[in-house]
């Protein structure tokens, strides 16, 4: 069944969100603080290995530099964190009130979650069906699952709202994987994510408190990537 891999996704990020955010309080705060950068440095790594992956760095650059002035004419960082931030205010019972805590745990959840190049050739590979089809999902689902319980317990339930994010960028990437059967060459993929993994790195740079990226707004390179290929690839 297309789509079951974003539904264990879901699943996955919901139940490390509750173990996360229900054990989090009894974590002593620099065991939370050392999962958190081995997370981001995890990222950075993988983020570097899917950038190297390019044949031709132009395509990613210029999709990145392309896809930011339109991110940033959009406002999409700035909307993503105000939708976190009307989220928390009509859902989150934090006694506390602190807005930043959960605004930055939907928001990294959400970019990390769904920006990695395992969404991306996860959904295609199931919106396109064929054996085994939602494998690469299932995967990216454990693997999430085990990073939600790290932020839940430093970000508390921020985290879990980001599975929305999972099922409505997943979903949507598999129904227009679906639809785009036959149009998408392996280089375009290769490409696209390249330009993935950078975005991947700047999540590890904010995980890291090294410097607040604004990945949301580079999003539409995951767009413009595979078009350069199309239009200008030899």
Known sequence: MRGIGTIVNVVTVLAGTVAGA???????ER?????????????????ARDALGSRNVV???????????IGEALRIEDRLEALG?????????????????FVEGFVAASLLFCV????????????????????????????????????????GWGVGFSALTVAVVQGALTLAAGAADGVLTDRMIVEMTAAG???????????????????????????LAPAGVALFAR
């Open 22 to 28: 229900t054990l989090g309080s009894r974590l002593p």
């Open 116 to 155: 990695g190049p395992l969404t991306i050739l996860g959904s295609i590979r199931d919106g396109l069906g064929g054996p085994d089809h939602a494998q690469l999902l299932l995967v990216k689902a454990a693997l999430d699952g085990t990073v939600a319980v790290a932020f839940a317990s430093t970000f």
């Open 197 to 223: 993994g950078v975005m991947v790195i700047g999540i590890g740079l904010r995980l890291l408190d090294v410097k607040k990226v604004a990945v949301a707004s580079l999003l539409p390179a995951l767009v």
């Open 59 to 69: 395509f990613p650059l210029v999709s990145l530099v392309l896809g930011a002035a």
């Open 85 to 101: 931030a009307r989220m928390r205010r009509r859902f989150e019972k934090d006694a506390d009130g602190d807005d930043t805590r």
């Open 31 to 47: 065991l939370r603080a050392a999962v958190l950068q081995a997370v981001g440095l995890v990222t950075l790594v993988i983020g």
